[in-house]
């Protein structure tokens, strides 16, 4: 079995200021050490044995399996409903400090952006089923990327809660089909990767590390994972993760681990600072986009597109924004159900950042 390592901090800070350093989290990042985690959490507020819309959970995999195709989509508005309800806790808040140009993210949820909030510019971005990858800016210090790479709470079709799920995952992402050119450059640029909360026990999680090239032994490619009660108790899994992937693991846990490269960091004057970074128009947009404020985005877009003049694009700008407002007050009046709702929602959010984009290419 690989020894513990020591951890080398100057470089691991040195390759995140180089925009080299790819942070990645699992579940395990989001409840404190002993504490039950935040899946475990889930299965029980979705109470699974009661559960008439789950035929059967698999455990050791975290899938489900469903015989109605409603009854996956009743269970994924259960689940957007509990990630919904929570909160970010200080471990989260201090990664957002920290100037990573890239997360990647095991889980559906949207924590850490809500945990960025207005406090620094970033992007966010979801593997969708069968769809064309989503357009983002090269991940920089100043504008970090956050990626679900199984899916978002915003988007029923993409969050990976099934067997079959997982199958068209691995179709999609095996032809290169689902990640955007940006993101998949950015990881072969990567020199330091460190994994915090990692399930390593789950089989196709070895292919999606292999999948993201993390097998390949180049020397002076580096991996930190923090030392999960799970490795701890499976020494097998801990030699079978460094002799595949070359992961070293500490001895600390996740929140120890981010306490430590915060308080290092905030020593050197490097953390992140509110204020610091200014948005572009275009960005700001996609910002209010991001957090759900689709009113104040169409608003700031119109509001651009105004100052720079550009007849065909106040227009359009305009004409979204009358249909916008006539969907509010469709909601308000109740005259929607809540999936048209989340429907319609789904295409303001495309029509924006379509129109976006186009005026970012002026």
Known sequence: M??????????IVDKIIEERCLLVLGPG?????????????????????????????YENEHFFLFDEPYKRTLTCHSIKKFY?????????????????????????????????????????????????????????????????????????????LSHNDLYDYFKSI????????????????VKNIIFLGIPF?????QLLLRELKIHNPRYEFTRFAADQELIEENNDLKTFCYEQFRINFSNKNAADF??????????????????????????QVKQYVRQGELEDAIDALLDYIEKIGDTEFVDTASILSS????????????????????TQEAQFIDSILELTNKVEAL
């Open 29 to 57: 990042i989001y409840s404190s050490p002993g504490a039950i985690d935040i899946q475990q959490q889930l299965v029980n507020y979705l109470d699974i044995p009661n559960n008439s819309h789950i035929k059967r959970y």
């Open 84 to 160: 919904t309800e929570k909160e970010p806790n200080d471990t989260l808040r201090k990664i957002t400090e920290i100037p990573f140009n890239a997360v990647l993210t095991l889980t559906p949820d949207k924590l850490l952006p809500k945990a960025f909030g207005n406090r620094f510019p970033y992007q966010f971005g979801y593997y969708k089923k069968d769809k064309t990858p989503q357009s983002i800016k090269l991940p920089t210090k100043t504008l970090p990327l956050v990626y679900n790479l199984f899916g978002c709470i915003d988007n029923e079709e993409s969050i990976i």
């Open 323 to 342: 249909r916008y407002n006539r969907f509010r007050k469709k909601v308000i009046k109740g005259i929607l159900e809540n999936r048209e709702i989340a």
């Open 201 to 205: 026990d789950r089989w196709y999680l």
């Open 174 to 189: 095996f032809a290169h089909q689902s990640m955007p050119t940006q993101l998949s450059t950015l990881l072969q640029e």
């Open 2 to 11: 690989p020894e513990t390592i020591p951890i080398n901090w100057d470089y």
């Open 258 to 283: 981010i306490d430590h490269l915060y308080d290092f960091m905030a020593q050197k004057d490097m953390l992140r600072k509110e204020g610091e970074v200014k948005l572009s128009p275009t960005d």
